[in-house]
């Protein structure tokens, strides 16, 4: 597997030649296989939506991926919306091996945001991450999870709600050359979708 890029500069226009051919580097997705399948990781500056049934190991997926990419000059930033205090949460995902104590608090590091999310508007919650991200320099950041976003938006629709603030979020990650993952449950995010998206629901419904 494809090792990640060491530059972690975001690209602009001047860096495209007449004749070069920019690579996408992958970033390790932390599981055995899951690599392969994906053709050699997740592409890096990307932003991808891990979505499934209760229980299935999202949020374990999660911290492989975390784990596995970050380092104490790039560190991933796990930010908690679920109102699960982390340290139960990681209480659970030590039972693996890939968890390593060391990396908690230096390159893997948690932001709660349970208290903003449900107290605040989706903006407030937009500029927290960003000051976090900007601060840590973070190069992987997961936001767990969609489900609390959908009711913050639904309860304070006035201000831009879920997709202006995932566009936000989207466009901020690549401009910081950061790869985010954004977790939720398939059935809701469905709902959610063509609940707030007029082109989800009329290319999918």
Known sequence: MKSPAKSKKPLGAGAFGASEKVEIASLPTGVGGLGEILGGGFPEFSFNLIAGMPGCGKTTLAHQIAFANATNERPALYFTILGEPVLKMLQYQQQFSFFDPAKIGKSVRFVNLSDMALQSDLTDVLDAIVREVTAANAGIVVLDSFQTLVRAATSDPAHGGVWDFVHRL?????????????????ARWNRACRRFSPWWTASCG
């Open 170 to 186: 989207n466009q901020f990650l690549t401009s910081s050359a950061a790869t985010g993952f954004l977790i939720g449950e398939y």
